[in-house]
């Protein structure tokens, strides 16, 4: 016990310090991974894993492929989180790697703070960013050792690495962007240009499998990321206080509190930090995560910045700290971050094993029951399942459903901007004169789908303490649907600019249902 106390008191912690916390919230993830009901989203992104492709509607498709490994396994939560679970766990033990070359105990503290954040504690739901900060934490390694060594094989590698993060989320450009202006700036335009070349280079297969399948589906990764998604776009003063309010929050409340005290320190040896930074190769880092969360920071001024955006690139923040603060300053930080996750940890385990019911005055109280218990609501609805195709009007609520049962849920209706792969996957020529039973919360929402069967009648059933309405269809009249709905969505999402129509094999969507996309004031 004497022996134990003596290392947590240490200047330096001991590297078994590092373990144990390793361990401890290793145990806290797997057991959110295992309790928390799945989320839309992933299981959305399941979907992908189910029906393997280079592509998909609205990311590239790196995330599938690691859930359509997972899914070999089993259609499991679990298994879905995996990636999510030890993602983290793994950018640290990069990071810490190459810090403890530098100094190996205030590496161990500087990891073990990371360890303690909410964004490894309690980060299990699997993502697009979860191989992304996966990538971009092995491309910022070899990175770094292009800029110590001048390796070109090292800069090839990061390069690689930045083209599986790129074809893991299109965010992987601002850390290209961090690259040119690292290599650039020290290196000079002569000598740093070689290097961001081979950067380049190594991502250019990547790139170029992108590229192949947007050209043969009508861009529509493009569509989505460009076009589609920021109608809302404009100035705000509330986007970058959310911004910083969410910053605060992956990073906790003690790794703020020590900023905010290492202040006076930090504003009058900054320079000399910055130096050591350049001579020991920890800069790569630098301009990894700060380039980044700076353009995400003058973005948010005229566009609302997602709440996970920024957790791509938070392991690379792990060098930051190391360069700028010493190792007193890095040890308050611990108690009070442990504290924090500490703390939102046992409140989520503890709000998961309240009963369901509790629940019932939440506005979504039926997704709740949905995504915690979908066997009920599957139950309810078996008399209609062995006639009648199974569909709903939301993208999260089919991907639940088609997640859990391993059958197709298309969706019926106009869908959002977002979470369109039913698109690519549903063909609905091939549902004409079917029965379809049409699932919603909300009575509004299905009762359209009236106009699209020859004969329907509503019904409203129970489960789990929650009220759902169906919509018996029969006789699915696809001419009705393609007039009413499929016209209205290659009208709003289908719009291709005459530049990127120019450059394009096909579109599957317009092609598919012989659709031409109407002007917007038609």
Not at 184 to 189: A, E, F, M, R
Not at 197 to 202: A, P, Q, V
Not at 423 to 436: Q, Y
């Amino acid at each position: 016990m004497i022996s134990s106390q003596n290392e947590l008191l240490a200047p330096h912690l001991h590297p078994r310090v590092f373990w144990w916390i390793f361990g401890i919230t290793c145990a806290l993830k797997a057991t959110l991974a295992a309790t928390v009901p799945i989320t839309g989203d992933e299981a959305y992104f399941a979907l992908w894993g189910m029906y393997p492709d280079i592509g998909y509607y609205d990311h590239p498709p790196m995330v599938g492929w690691w859930l359509w490994c997972m899914l070999l396994g089993g259609n499991s939560t679990f298994l879905v989180r995996l990636p999510a679970m030890l993602v983290p766990l793994a950018a640290a033990l990069l990071v810490r790697g190459v810090l403890r070359r530098i100094d190996a105990g205030k590496a161990d503290l500087v990891a073990t703070i990371f360890l303690l954040t909410p964004f490894n504690a309690l980060g299990v739901i699997t993502t697009t960013d979860t191989p992304l900060v996966f990538f971009s934490a092995l491309s910022a390694v070899f990175a770094y050792q292009a800029y110590l060594r001048g390796r070109w094989w090292c800069a090839l590698l990061a390069g690689l690495f930045l083209g599986c993060a790129f074809l893991s989320k299109y965010f992987a450009v601002l850390l290209g962007i961090g690259y040119a202006v690292l290599f650039l700036g020290t290196g000079g335009i002569r000598r740093g240009s070689g290097t961001v070349l081979l950067i380049l280079l190594g991502a250019l297969p990547a790139i170029a499998v992108n590229i192949v399948w947007n050209y043969q589906q009508g861009w529509t990764n493009i569509m989505f990321n460009v076009f589609n998604r920021h109608g809302g776009a404009g100035f705000s003063l509330v986007n970058p206080l959310t911004f910083l309010l969410m910053t605060a929050f992956w990073l906790g409340p003690g790794i703020l509190f020590g900023l905010f005290k290492a202040r006076t320190s930090l504003r009058h040896g900054y320079a000399a930090r910055l130096q050591a930074a350049t001579a020991d190769g920890t800069i790569v880092f630098f301009a990894a995560a700060l380039v980044p969360a700076a353009i995400f920071f003058l973005l948010s001024w005229v566009k609302s910045v997602g709440f996970h955006w920024l957790m791509s690139y938070f392991p690379l923040f792990l060098p930051v700290l190391f360069a700028l603060l010493d190792v007193p300053q890095l040890r308050r930080m611990l108690k009070p971050t442990a504290w924090f996750s500490g703390v939102l940890g046992a409140v989520t385990l503890v709000t998961v094993q309240l009963p369901l019911e509790w629940f019932r005055s939440v506005n979504s109280y039926e997704s709740v029951v949905l995504a915690a218990k979908p066997e009920v609501v599957l139950e309810s609805l078996r008399p209609w399942l062995g006639d009648h195709v199974l569909a709903t009007t939301s993208y999260a609520k089919s991907s639940v459903l088609e997640f859990m049962t391993g059958g197709r849920v298309p969706v019926l209706g106009r869908g959002s901007f977002n979470g369109r792969h039913d698109d690519v996957l549903t063909d609905f020529r091939e549902l004409d004169g079917r029965d379809i039973l049409l699932l919603d919360t909300r009575e509004r929402r299905v009762a359209v789908g009236a106009a699209w069967f020859a004969d329907s009648e509503l019904r409203t059933i129970e489960a789990g303490g929650g009220r759902f309405v169906v919509l018996i269809g029969r006789g699915f009249r696809y001419d009705a649907y393609r007039r009413d709905v499929l016209q209205r969505i290659a009208d709003d999402f289908y719009q291709i600019p005459p530049f990127l129509a120019g450059m394009m094999r096909s579109s599957f969507f317009l092609e598919r249902y012989d659709l031409t996309p109407r002007g917007r004031d038609q």
